[in-house]
Every structure is written in C-alpha cells, then in structure tokens.
C-alpha cells in the first residue's frame, strides 16, 4: 500500500532521503514543502555563488524535471505552519494535507543579536539564496560591509563581498576566528592570509548597536568605536529551526529531540538534518546529514540500520585560505601535542594525541594530509609506531623513522637539487630511467651537481631512492649525531625546500633530537641566516658564547674587548677613551693584535654593557674579534704616506672593513690591502687580499696563516676601487652561501675549485646579483651588536644574589 | 628574603632566563647556574665545569644537557654527571617552576653553607 510521506523543508538533508528513497524505488508519495521559493541547491556551495566563481542554476540538487519523474508533489514558497498530530494533517499557508508519515527537516535559522537596530535595511543574515543574492545585489553599489562573527560562514562572507569588491570588517567576539575550529596559532596565520586581501579583522569586538535612520549606517562596538556600514552581515551563529515540532508538543531541547532511527517522540514522525538533536549534539556539517539521510531512508523502508555520529572535520572555502581541523584539539590532562611549524612559509601543522590515537589535528597553510591524519583520528589508529615522523604526513610513513633517504624521498619532482644549473629531483629521476646510473652520468647527463658540487650528497640519495639496492651511497660524514645528512645535504634542503627556521630543519630533514646539539645548531643558525636574512630570526642560544656574549671568553671565565680600529687607523680620542676604560675596568692586560687593534683582556662578563657603552659614546663600535664573520681589514700606509704606494690601501681598507662589518660567514673572514707588491699588509696570507698595483688592483683568495700557511690565489685584476668592492661582496656572498660552516676560504675553494669561483664573478650579471645579495643580507646585520646589548644588558648580570642570605 | 612556607625560593620569572639558556645565581659560595630548557624545564647546578671550572652557563643547552664553552664536554642538566668517554660529576641542586616563576630550594644555600 502506497503510504503518503509529507517532508518539510527541501534542504539538503531531505533531499538525500528522497534520493534514497527513490532509488531504492520505495513505495512512497511524497509531498515536499518549502519556504524558500525553489527546489533542493547545495547550499554549501552559495559561497562560490557570492564570490561570483559559480552561478545559482550551477547549484542547483534537484530540478523541476527530477521531482516531476519522480512524481513529488512541490509545494515550494509555502510555509508550513502547524501540525496536527491527532488528525495526522500539516496546515500550510496554501492549505491541508494528510500524512501517513511526516519528516520534518527544517534546518537552522541563523542567530540574531538582540542589539538596537538589527532590523534595519541593509542588515542581513547568510542562510539561503536570497540572502546570498541580497549581498550581490548590496556590494553593487561598493562602500563599506561589516560581518559580524569570524567563524566559517562569516568569513565566507566577507571573502566573497572582498571579491566583489566591498571594504569589508570582519569583527569577531573571541580572540582568535574560528575558534571552535582552530587554535589560536591557527587563527593567527588565518587572520593573516585574509588582511593579504584587504580584510579588515577585529577580535574581542562586541557589537553594542546598529545605527542607521531608514537603512544601516554604522556599528557601534563596545568601546565607543563606530565603523561605517552600508552592509552589514550577521553571521553569529545559528540555531536548529524547531517552532513546528514545539508547538505540535514533540520533544524539543535545543533541536528536534530523535533516537538513533531519527524517529521522533511520535513515532510516525521523523527528523533529519540540522534541526535534529540526538543525545545532546546538534549537526552544523553536511557529512553527518548526508549519514542520517541513509539511515532515514532505511528507518521509512523498514530496513533496520542506526545512526552513529563520527568525527568532523573542517574546511574553509576561501581561495588561498588553506585549513584543516578535525576532531578535538583542547588541551587536557594525559594529552599532548606534537606541533609543526615554519613561521615564515604560513605553515602550521598541530596533532592532539591521547594514549597513541590521534584525537584531534589543525592545519594551516599546507593541508594536502589533512584527509589522512582524519582517517586516523576516524580510525582512532594506534600511531606508536611511527610517532616520530607522524607529523610529516603520510610521505614519511612506512619506512623506518630515521631512514636517511625518507626526506629526499619525499620531496615532490620540481623540488630544486642542484642550484647552480636549476636541475630538479625530476630531471634526475627521467635520467635514471634513461639509463644513467651513476653520479658521472647524471652529471653529463643533467649537469646535476657538475658545477659547485655541493649538491652531490642529494644526487646520490636520488639515485638511491630510485635505484634501490643497486646504488650504495659513498659515505660522507654527516653534520653530527642528531642527522645522517651532511651540512652540503642540509644547505641545498634549506635552499630549495624553503626551509627557513630550525624546527622546518629538524622536521623536514629527519633530525634524530628535538632540538639539535651544540655542533648542529650553530651550523644550522649560520646556514639559515645565511640563506634567509630577511625572514630568519637570529638565534643566540645556538651560538657559541663568544658570539652569544660578543666577546672572547677566557680561560678563567673573563672576557677580552676588541673595539674597531677600521683599517688599522685610530685616533688620539680613541686611544684616549680605550685607556680610560682600561682604568675604571681594572683591566688587567692591554695588547695590540695582531689584527692592527687594541685587546682589553680580562674583563668580567657582568661589566660587559658599561665598558662597551663607554667605548660606544667614544664611537667605536665591537670589532667581532670573536665571530665567524669579518674581523679584520689590515691595511697598510700606502699612496698616503709611502714612497712606493701605487693606490690608497688604506683608504680602500677602511671602505671594505666599513662595507663588510658585521656580515656573517662559515668561519671568519680576515682582510688586507696592501699598496704595492712589497705587501706590508700580509694581504697574500688573508682569506682575502688586494695589492694594489700601477694599472689597479689585484683581488686573492684563500691565504691562511694559522693552522695551515698558505699563500692566495689570484682570482682577479679589476681597474677600479668600485669594482673591487662588487668583486669582493660577490666572492663573500658566494662563499656564505655555499661555504660549509667553519671551513675557511680556503678550505671551501679545494672543494668547488678557484675555476668555479672565477666564473661566479667574471660574469657580471651574476657578480651584481651576488654583490645584491650581500648587500640585503646587510641591510640587517651591519650594525653594531655592542650598542643593542648595552640597551638588554640585564643577561649580562646575575639573576638574583643570594650571598647576603647564606651569610645570615 | 620571601621564602615560601615549604622552603621554595621565588628566583626570578621563568621569562629571565632564555629557553635553551642559563642565567647565575650569587650564593656566598660560587655562581649556580640556572638553566632553561627549550621544553621550559628549569635545573639548577655549579656553575664551573668538573674539568677546568668552564661556565656552565655559557655553554650550549640541547635536550636537557650543556656542553662547557671551553673544551666541549657534555653535562646531564638532571643528573650532573658528565656523559660520554669523559668522566666527572657537577653538584646540582632542587629547581621547579611554579606559575612563571623559578623556585630555588633553600636548603641548597644551607647545603653550599656547609660545603
Ligand atoms: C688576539 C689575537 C692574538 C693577538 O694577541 O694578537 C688572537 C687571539 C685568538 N685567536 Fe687568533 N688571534 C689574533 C690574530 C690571529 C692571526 C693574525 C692575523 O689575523 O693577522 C692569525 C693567523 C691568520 C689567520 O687567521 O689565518 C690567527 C689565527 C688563529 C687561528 C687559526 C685559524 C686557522 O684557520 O688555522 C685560530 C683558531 C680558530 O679560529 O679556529 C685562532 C683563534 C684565536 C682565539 C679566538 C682562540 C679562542 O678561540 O679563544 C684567540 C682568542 C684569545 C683571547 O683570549 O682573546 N686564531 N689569529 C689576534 C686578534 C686579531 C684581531 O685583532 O682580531
Ligand atoms: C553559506 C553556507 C556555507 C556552508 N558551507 C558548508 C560547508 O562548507 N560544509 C558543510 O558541511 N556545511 C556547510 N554549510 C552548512 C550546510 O549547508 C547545512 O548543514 C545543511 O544545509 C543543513 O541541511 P538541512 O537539510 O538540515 O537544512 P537546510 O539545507 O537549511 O534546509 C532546510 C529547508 O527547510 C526550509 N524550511 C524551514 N522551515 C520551514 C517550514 N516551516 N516550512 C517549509 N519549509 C521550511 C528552509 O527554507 C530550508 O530551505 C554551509 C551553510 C551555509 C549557509
Ligand atoms: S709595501 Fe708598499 S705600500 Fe706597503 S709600506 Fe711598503 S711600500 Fe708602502
Ligand atoms: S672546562 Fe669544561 S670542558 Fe674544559
């Protein structure tokens, strides 16, 4: 017998029941009520309607041909407004029907603060399409719109007003948006990405009023504040559409009160969708509708089935705003985090674990994983096994956790392996296929790793990736005990995967430690202020204490002073306030360097900032006699004063020392000019010299006169002083960038070979865009480290002094 | 002196001290060095390396060890022992951190009185 079934509401929970129903071609005839003039749209998808990417009739479930074939009976337009359970009728506004079973699925209806002025024109809510076509229709005129509330409709909203391109505020009551779905951290880079687009947020911002005479004019917030609006959009929150069901006397708490069958208090009455509640939770997201819909459908066709609510997850659908949250992620007793982050690519990446199961995760930035960390927290999988590299996503998993070839394994096609020829992991894998098989045939045939060389330990692993047993990886010693990669490894991982703070480092490249040791991390800060001036943070906690401190520890526990003398040259003001400081200091030991400047020994860490204050208000500044960076620039009297000085060398000293100080390089960095071949300066045992010559300047690298005695190269003649210095800041910046940590010129030259160094610098365009390079990395670090400490000087003394205590 | 009915010292804020950093406490008898870990553990030891009396607080904290700024041995921040192929033993004294504040246990100053 074909029973009458009356629905309520063609939303999108419904219309998934009638789908079910009559592809199972149950025996049903079905009657369809609804407020809203039109059939079944997917309502989720009226943010791309707003923000123009996709028209009404794109969204559209359900059209008059599909209720016609299926013979429902539409009665769109038509509100329902009572039902009458004893005579089993529902009454609209166009009449009475007779139900044999009825199903209400009402939805929500969105939340309006109780504020003055919340009815004026110009205010609207965003449930359905005539709201969404109320905005379009606003935004045509431009000016100003004020959402109010931050959560995952409001800021659909705004993006899409954005768009369309209205000024729009955001304001949001809590302190961070979406706070239901992401933590603070989250919210934080959210925010971010969406002031990218012009959007205004404001957090903690309560509405007090909603001004306007005939139409919304402004908003007033707590605080006195008024923002002008000719639009404002309330998307606070919603609330589960429940008058019918109240007033036919069903059970109601917030929501339509149903049992695991969606049925409700009267059993020939079913609810579905938003407006249902089942144990005390409400449903905002499509997915557990869609799951009720199935077990309705079964319910009504007398299949047994149950309804069982599983975990969410979220996703905003703004162009460019990438986030992901599901599950729970409150912090609580017995649980902890594992946390990822890389500050400056936006990516934040957070799993809540309890007892090995994931319960919770949030992802901004990068959210490619998200599905499958969800499975997980679905799953409730026991993640013990691969706890350590489980925040990488699922790329990392399978292997053991410290295998060295994970990380290259994982780097996508266009990840960039060598950077001087621009050839990436790709190339390499389509020449292996192609049959070469060693590292001498990838370099002739990609040129991978055939220049600088420095990329040679990634080439290899490529090829161990790709080829399995049959490459075995020459052994290079790796940086330390918390990694099997070497620092070359490391660099060209830092360069082309962007890695630009320490935890991106230790994550990506598989540290074996938390947070390194006292040989990686020195190495690591070196290598990413180096690559990434602007965007890293110095660390001094990974510095050895004499660059932490800026000065030279002693053997007892003191520290020397070695102010600058650029190029060697002093004053009688300099030497004045050198030896005044001397005095009040107590300093036991003044000695002239061998670096042409004077050493106060000796002085206690805690008279630090006073003595360096002293010699700053006398102009001098650190001379960085304790850093792997530059420290000298000899120089010798020259043209000035001498007899056979062909150039200025003092002069030029004093120009490079001033353009050089404060720059940071693998190991440190000595200079000398010398003004002519007799070379009173040393310059041809400097890391790098210049004598100068009749016909102009003759640049060297790679002299050492310490452990080992070596006389420069030549790299280059150049005919005047300013190209001199372009030469000099290129050779600098290219032996900071592919240089290792704490091997000198030198050193660096044996392995990438003075030809390769040659060709860096004789090329112009390449010259000027290194000498670039320099120059931006120094826009942050020339200065003068003394003078910050002397304003933060509270590290430099004691924390607390207990010794009139323990004297009682 | 505003000790704490259970004998805790209040130092200083948690804040003074930089992660994976150290900072000293005078005591009548030598420098303790306090160390914070990047995980906002806080120890508290002698200031001066069982080798030759380096300033532990300069030193680079990892995990929940310093290494001595002047010849690189390695010190257990929780135990004080030296690790790995040197040998040696720092004294280290009761340290916690209660809502953003270091507490020093005062007995450690009776303790350093009486050595
Ligand atoms: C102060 C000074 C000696 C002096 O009294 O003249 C000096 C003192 C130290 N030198 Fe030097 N060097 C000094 C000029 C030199 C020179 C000569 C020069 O620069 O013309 C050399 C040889 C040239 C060279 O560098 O090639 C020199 C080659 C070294 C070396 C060996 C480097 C190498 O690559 O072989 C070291 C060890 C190191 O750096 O690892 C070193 C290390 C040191 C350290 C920093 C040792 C340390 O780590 O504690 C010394 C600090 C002593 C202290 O207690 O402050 N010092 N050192 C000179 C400071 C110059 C300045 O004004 O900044
Ligand atoms: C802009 C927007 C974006 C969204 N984005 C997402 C998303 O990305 N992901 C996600 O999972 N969810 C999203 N949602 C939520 C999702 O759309 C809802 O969860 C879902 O539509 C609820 O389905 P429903 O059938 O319960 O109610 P609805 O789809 O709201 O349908 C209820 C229908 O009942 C009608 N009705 C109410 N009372 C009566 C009455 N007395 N008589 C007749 N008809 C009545 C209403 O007019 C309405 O058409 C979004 C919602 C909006 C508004
Ligand atoms: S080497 Fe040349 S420049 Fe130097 S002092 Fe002698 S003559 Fe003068
Ligand atoms: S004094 Fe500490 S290692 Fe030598």
Redesign the interface.
């Given at each position: 017998m074909t029973q009458k079934l009356v629905v309520i509401g063609a939303g999108m929970a419904s219309g998934r029941v009638l789908e079910h129903l009559f592809d199972a071609e149950a025996d049903f005839d079905v009657t369809l009520f609804n407020a809203e003039e039109r059939g079944n749209y997917n309502r989720i998808m009226l943010s791309p309607v707003l923000s123009g990417e996709k028209t009404y009739e794109d969204i559209v479930t359900h059209d008059a041909d599909w209720y016609d074939a299926n013979g429902v009976t539409c009665h769109f337009g038509d509100h329902v407004t009572a039902i009458d359970r004893a005579a089993k009728t529902v009454t609209s506004q166009d009449g009475t029907v007779a139900y044999d079973k009825l199903l209400i699925a009402t939805g929500s209806a969105p939340f309006i603060i109780p504020v003055q002025g919340k009815d004026l024109p110009g205010v609207i809510t965003y449930r359905d399409l005539d709201d969404t076509n109320a905005m379009i229709e606003a935004s045509e005129k431009g000016g100003k719109a004020v959402v109010i509330g931050g959560g995952l409709l409001g800021l659909e909203a705004a993006a899409g007003l954005a768009e369309r391109g209205m000024d729009v505020t955001v304001l949001h009551l809590m302190g961070h948006l979406m706070e239901r779905q992401l933590d603070e951290a989250a919210g934080f880079l959210l925010r971010g990405d969406l002031e990218k687009r012009g959007i205004t947020v404001k957090c903690r911002a309560s509405t007090v009023a909603i001004l306007g005479e005939d139409k919304v004019e402004a908003v007033l917030l707590e605080g006195d504040e008024v923002l002008e609006a000719d639009l404002v959009v309330m998307a606070v929150g919603i609330r589960p559409e429940t008058r019918l069901a109240t007033d036919a006397a069903l059970s109601v708490a917030r929501g339509v009160e149903v049992n695991t069958q969606l049925q409700t208090s009267d059993p020939d009455i079913f609810a579905v969708g938003e407006c249902v509640e089942l144990d005390g939770q409400l449903f905002g997201l499509v997915a557990p509708l869609y799951d009720q819909a199935k077990v309705l459908a079964n319910t009504l066709m007398g299949t047994p089935d149950v309804f069982t609510p599983k975990e969410l997850s979220t996703k905003l659908k703004v162009t460019g705003c990438d986030l992901f949250s599901a599950g729970d992620f409150e912090e609580a007793e017995g649980r902890e985090d594992i946390v990822f982050r890389d500050p400056a690519r936006g990516v934040y990446r957070r799993l809540v674990l309890e007892d090995d199961v994931v319960v919770g995760a949030v992802m901004y930035g990068d959210t490619a994983d998200g599905n499958w960390f969800f499975g997980l927290i679905r799953d409730k999988t026991d993640i013990s096994d691969m706890r350590d590299t489980l925040i990488f996503g699922p790329a990392y998993q399978g292997g053991a956790p410290s295998d060295p070839l994970s990380a290259v394994a994982a780097l996508p096609r266009d990840a960039e392996i060598c950077g001087c020829n621009g050839v990436c992991k790709g190339q390499i894998e389509d020449a292996i296929a192609a049959g070469a098989t060693d590292l001498a045939a990838i370099k002739a045939t990609t040129k991978a790793s055939a220049s600088c060389g420095t990329c040679t330990g990634l080439v290899e692993q490529v090829l161990a990736v790709t080829l399995g047993d049959d490459f075995v990886i020459p052994t290079d010693a790796s940086i330390c005990g918390c990694t099997d990669m070497t620092h070359e490894d490391v660099r060209r991982m830092i360069k082309s995967q962007e890695l630009k703070s320490m935890p991106a480092v230790w994550q990506e490249c598989g540290w074996k430690?938390?947070?390194?040791?006292?040989i990686c991390?020195?190495a690591l800060n070196f290598y990413l202020l180096a690559d990434w001036p602007l965007e890293y943070q110095d660390d001094?906690?990974?510095?050895?204490?004499n660059e932490?401190?800026h000065a030279n520890?002693q053997?007892d526990?003191t520290f020397s002073v070695v102010p600058r003398m650029w190029g060697g040259i002093t004053t009688p003001d300099e030497l004045r306030a050198i030896a005044d400081a001397a005095d009040k200091f107590a300093v036991p030991t003044v000695k002239v360097t061998g670096g042409q400047r004077i050493d106060l020994l000796g002085v206690k860490?805690e008279d630090l900032p006073a003595i360096w204050d002293d010699l700053n208000k006398a102009g001098m500044v650190s001379g960085h006699a304790y850093s792997k960076g530059l420290r000298t620039v000899k120089t010798c009297v020259g043209s000035d004063h001498c007899r056979f000085g062909t150039q200025d060398s003092t002069g030029l000293g004093i120009k490079l020392e001033k353009i050089l100080w404060g720059s940071w390089t693998p190991h440190k960095l000595k200079l000398g000019v010398s003004g002519c071949p007799r070379n009173c300066a040393e310059a041809t045992c400097k890391d790098i010299g210049i004598v100068c010559v009749d016909s102009g300047y003759q640049i060297s690298i790679g002299g050492a006169a310490g452990m080992d005695v070596r006389e420069t190269e030549l790299l280059c003649q150049v005919a005047t002083e300013d190209e001199v210095i372009d030469v000099i800041k290129a050779v600098t910046q290219s032996y900071r960038e592919n240089g290792k940590y704490l091997d000198r010129i030198y050193k660096w030259m044996a392995k990438v070979g003075l030809d390769w160094i040659q060709e860096q610098v004789a090329d112009l365009e390449n010259r000027a865009a290194l000498a670039a390079r320099f120059d931006l990395s120094q826009s942050v670090y020339r200065k003068d480290p003394w003078a910050e400490h002397v304003a933060e000087a509270?590290?430099y003394q004691?924390?607390?002094?207990?010794?009139l205590?323990?004297?009682e | 002196m505003n000790a704490l009915p259970d004998e805790w010292l209040d130092i200083a804020s948690l804040d003074a001290v930089p992660q994976r950093g150290a900072r000293l406490v005078k005591t009548a008898h030598g420098c303790v060095a306090v160390f914070r870990t990047g995980d906002n553990k806080v120890f508290a030891l002698d200031n001066a390396c069982p080798h030759k009396k380096g300033p532990l607080a300069d030193g680079i904290v990892h995990g929940s060890e310093v290494t001595c700024p002047l010849h690189n041995w390695v010190i257990s921040l929780e135990t004080g022992a030296v690790q790995g192929a040197d040998e040696g033993q720092v004294e280290t004294y009761p340290a916690r951190v209660e809502d953003g504040r270091i507490l020093l246990d005062v007995a450690f100053l009776k303790r350093r009185d009486a050595a």
């Open positions: 430690t938390s947070c390194g040791c006292h991390r020195p001094p906690q990974s510095r050895f204490i932490r401190k520890i053997k526990g860490g509270s590290p004691a924390l607390a002094d207990l010794t205590e323990a004297a | -």
